[in-house]
């Protein structure tokens, strides 16, 4: 027994020491790669910086790591060979390199990541909701690096998008701008999907993107990503048009202060300051702050267009009347009209604090509050921010794949107001949002799986001053949920598929959103990819819910309403045979104030109020008037033919059918419209957008990047602009009517027909002579008679009718599209860009939007073609110049109350910039529109000129 417990004893020993040989031995046979990554141009560690190797020829992951707070990585127990080392951080270009690794190796591999990047390496989020390279993303990409930014000077960083590739920018102010992606721009528009940092940036509620109040300061944004095209299948409702994402600097990889002043023309004068710090190895602070003012464009009473623009502002009668904080000018006696205010202001104040978790994650919370001073474009006309801002709370953690954040941003509309009522505009509406995604790596990191949701709940609160009627039912609360994989199915194929699900509280349905893209790499900087998306986009509060008044045009009030349960236009068939129509006119006669009648003018009680005002006339003063016009009559003759003429002894029948019109509030002119076309308002549904698109992005001999993406896209149920609703009735044969009816009745007046002839005149002559002496007090064919009023907003007799601005769905849209870009690198300092875009159509009339109502049509709201190219001289720490041109194709503008066309135009910038790099200074200057040549860009908008621009920027790393 002894023996054999001493044999299993020395057995035991001999497999320990086998087992530790085995152990040792596959340990010398594996090798570790360790390093730092940092910033090529400042050393600043670039933490979190992904590292990872992948075996050559193939696209299975090998090992990799992330940079701690220091940029140091360590990558342990690797297999001999060869691999490509992969470094990457979101905005920086990424590294590729070929290493060799020997048994029992340790390497030390060091990276220096540049910004940018001209080879389409730059690591992106915004496309996929994760890390990738542009070259790879299933989308058409545009990123704005740093040095472009804060080269560019102007008053809001929005600016520095004006030539990007498929990008519609419409200036409508010194620092206001609509901008969408690929067209459908409006006045107040929120169609681009904004984010700041993984925050949607737009006003609550009103779904406006109003770049001056975003914490989007130049020296503050790392970079700018465009991404063209729908996004639903990621980011849910309203990503239709495509995402422009503003990411800002974190304080651990850029702290320092830097501060700049701008100076320029039209009185203008901004400051910014940042400052972020690293308290320790887990804590960094940041804190930026803005301040801008400037005399804005003003309209001129001599262009009819901006004419137009100041009679639709508000006629107040008694001064008592007038708010504090609104000016207004004398245009008569006891007439005050509201006046413009030039004076443009913002401030802006925002915090970040983040906490960079020692496993490598990282939680954020930023804040900030805005206020802003301007006049305003919108769907029911011109506004006066006075005072309007927001305030926003975000947190967000991140941490490996995982991320998570909740934010809120809330409205103060201060004392805005609007010019066309004079009302003041109470808005403190609210948007929460939380989000959760998480991202992992399949098949040794050859494929890449995200899955996500997310809730929103929009709570308007405007006090009835917006929402009106709709105050306390008008919450919208979605939900969604989403997934997306993708896929390396070869080294040089890879196949991207997402699915997104949400419903909408409001429209209560559940929409499916899926994606699907091929991307194929034929060699190294090219890549060829096809896609098809299907995005949705749910109308808005306003689309919904709006019910404020925008203007008043005599006795009627026009005001704008959403279409949550849409419009019916009064009818009353036993008016047809009258009136030519079925459609109720509402009248706008004081005698007969609100009262419903056929489309039209019934002649008798025309007639007597034309003979009142022949009565009237004193007797003496009708027999001048009657010589005048060849009728010698003595006063007792000119008495009895007035006696006469009565309605009880002439009879005047008949009816003057009337002209349904619109109302141009740019031109304020009534456009005629058919009756037959007038169709009722049917309650809002979801825009859906099926878009195919290929596209080509490639790097050739490393100095020429060429971009050409082409697209086709179907809109079904287009939530179009505001647009004027209400037919008005017009009696443009009043007159002519309304002689043959008297002539008519003077021909049955046996008595006063045979007096008439004695004196040589005929029925016809009296007549006409009557309509001529009572033109004046007879409504022209431009002065409407009534208004056809909405059953679910018609007024009570001895009320005047209201007219309304609303919104509708529109039956499907096909229209095509290309966008190309080029940029070549021409030597080390030089760089020349050239693009252009193309769109089908700008214009869809009945016919293209598959509608019988023959009155509708939908306008782009933007050229069909655009073009941009410039040139740049960049000396690192040295001089900088360029210019950059850009020219509009004449386009036609449909949106809300402003109607006409903007026509062509060509500008050329200017900008140059000296850094005084020992000691942290820099000067630049840029000059938009150069030739100063006085355009405008957007109907409604005030012309623009020329502005030249200055900032110095001094900074302390």
Do not use: C
């Amino acid at each position: 027994m002894k023996a054999l417990t001493t044999l299993v004893s020395r057995l035991t020993m001999l497999v320990v020491v086998l087992a530790a040989v085995v152990v040792s031995d596959a340990g010398a046979q594996t090798a570790t790669l360790n390093g730092t990554v940092t910033d090529a141009v400042d050393g600043v560690p670039l933490i979190g910086a992904s590292v990872i190797l992948v075996e050559l020829g193939s696209t299975s992951m090998a090992g990799g790591g992330a940079a701690d707070l220091d940029g140091r990585y360590s990558i342990t127990g690797l297999p001999a060979g060869t691999y490509t080392v992969r470094v990457t951080f979101v905005g920086y270009s990424a590294d590729e390199r070929e290493i060799t690794l020997s048994p029992g190796q340790t390497m030390t591999l060091n990276v220096q990541l540049a910004q940018g990047g001209f080879d389409l390496n730059t690591v992106i989020v915004t496309a996929s909701r994760r890390q990738e390279k542009a070259l790879d993303a299933p989308a058409s990409i545009s990123v704005l690096d740093a040095e472009e930014i804060e080269s560019d000077v102007s008053l809001s960083s929005a600016s520095v998008l004006r030539n990007t590739t498929g990008v519609d920018v419409a200036k409508t102010g010194i620092d206001r701008h609509e901008i969408v992606l690929r067209g459908f721009n409006n006045a107040f528009s929120g169609a681009t999907y904004v984010l700041t940092d993984y925050r949607q940036a737009s006003a609550p509620s009103l779904g406006v993107n109003i770049y001056s109040i975003m914490p989007n300061m130049g020296i503050d944004l790392d970079r700018i990503e465009v991404v063209r095209g729908p996004g639903s299948a990621l980011y849910g409702a309203g990503v239709d048009a495509g995402v422009v994402h503003f990411l800002t600097k974190d304080p651990f990889t850029h702290p320092g202060t830097t501060i700049s002043i701008t100076g320029g023309e039209r009185s203008m004068f901004g400051i910014d300051g940042r400052f972020a710090t690293v308290v320790n190895d887990n804590i960094g602070l940041k804190f930026t702050g803005s301040y801008g003012q400037a005399d804005d464009w003003g309209y001129d009473p001599a262009d009819p267009l901006d004419l137009a623009q100041l009679q639709n502002d508000h006629i107040y009668t008694d001064e008592a009347d007038v708010p504090d904080n609104q000016e207004v000018e004398s245009i008569g006696t006891d007439s005050l009209r509201l006046q413009r205010n030039p004076d443009y202001k913002k401030l802006n104040v925002n915090g970040t604090v983040e906490y960079r978790v020692p496993q490598g994650g990282s939680l954020v919370f930023t804040g900030g509050l805005s206020r802003y001073d301007a006049t305003v474009l919108s769907g029911i006309g011109t506004l006066q921010a006075d005072g309007f801002g927001y305030q926003y709370a975000q947190l967000r953690y991140q941490q490996g794949g995982f991320f998570a954040q909740a934010y809120m941003n809330q409205n103060n509309a201060g004392d805005s107001y609007v010019y066309g009522s004079g009302d003041v505009v109470y808005d403190k509406s609210r948007t929460i949002n939380a989000q959760v995604q998480y991202d992992m790596l399949l098949s040794s990191g050859r494929h890449q799986i995200i899955f996500g949701g997310d809730a929103e709940i929009v709570t308007p609160d405007t006090d009835g001053t917006i929402h009106g009627r709709f105050e306390g039912d008008n919450q919208i609360n979605e939900y969604g949920v989403y997934s997306q994989g993708t896929f390396a199915l070869t080294p040089m194929f890879d196949a991207t598929l997402a699915l997104r699900g949400d419903y909408n509280s409001v429209v209560e349905q559940f929409q499916l959103s899926p994606r699907a893209a091929l991307v194929y790499k034929p060699s190294t900087g090219h890549s060829i990819r096809a896609s098809y998306n299907r995005a949705f986009s749910s109308p808005g509060n306003n689309s919904l819910f709006l019910d404020i008044v925008a203007a008043q045009v005599g006795p009627v009030t026009i005001r704008g309403l959403g279409s949550n349960a849409g419009w019916t236009w009064r009818r009353n068939s036993a008016f047809e045979a009258i009136a030519g129509t079925d459609l109720v006119a509402t009248s706008l006669n004081p005698a007969t104030l609100g009262i419903q009648t056929p489309a039209g003018l019934p002649l008798d009680a025309v007639y007597a109020q034309v003979h009142a005002g022949l009565a009237a006339i004193p007797t003496a003063q009708l027999v001048a008037i009657l010589a005048q016009n060849g009728i010698n009559v003595d006063e007792s003759t000119a008495a009895g033919l007035v006696a006469l003429l009565s309605p009880t002894a002439t009879t005047v029948g008949g009816f003057s059918r009337g002209q349904l019109a619109q109302l141009n509030t740019t031109t304020q002119q009534f456009d005629p419209i058919e009756a037959s076309t007038v169709s009722d308002i049917a309650p809002l549904e979801q825009t859906t957008t099926n878009i195919f698109e290929v596209g080509y992005k490639g790097v050739i001999q490393n100095k020429v990047l060429v971009a050409v993406d082409a697209y086709y896209a179907n809109k079904q149920n287009f939530v179009g602009p505001l647009l004027s609703e209400s037919p008005w009735v017009l009696v443009p044969d009043l007159q002519t009517d309304l002689a043959a009816a008297i002539a008519t009745g003077i021909a049955g007046n046996t008595i006063l027909a045979g007096q008439l002839q004695l004196l040589g005149l005929t029925p016809e002559a009296v007549a006409g002579l009557l309509v001529s002496l009572s033109g004046g007090s007879l409504p022209d064919a431009q002065t409407p008679v009534g208004i056809v009023e909405a059953l679910e907003n018609a007024v009570t007799p001895g009320n005047a009718p209201e007219a309304f601005l609303s919104y509708r769905n529109f039956g499907s849209i096909n229209y095509q599209g290309v966008d190309l870009a080029v940029q070549v690198l021409a030597t080390d300092e030089i760089t020349l860009f050239g693009n252009m875009s193309v769109v089908s159509d700008d214009f869809f009339d009945a016919e293209e939007l598959g509608e019988d109502d023959e009155s509708l049509g939908l306008a782009l709201n933007a050229p069909t073609f655009k073009a941009k190219f410039g040139a740049r001289y960049a000396k690192a720490g040295s001089f900088s110049a360029g210019f950059s041109a850009r020219y509009n194709e004449e386009f036609p503008v449909q949106s809300g109350p402003y109607i006409g066309t903007v026509p062509s135009y060509f500008l050329l910038d200017l900008s140059a910039g000296y850094d005084f790099a020992d000691i942290g200074l820099r000067l630049d200057v840029t000059v938009q529109n150069v030739l100063d040549e006085v355009h405008r860009e957007f109907v409604g908008a005030p012309q623009l000129g020329r502005v030249g621009m200055a900032r110095l920027t001094y900074s302390i790393n």
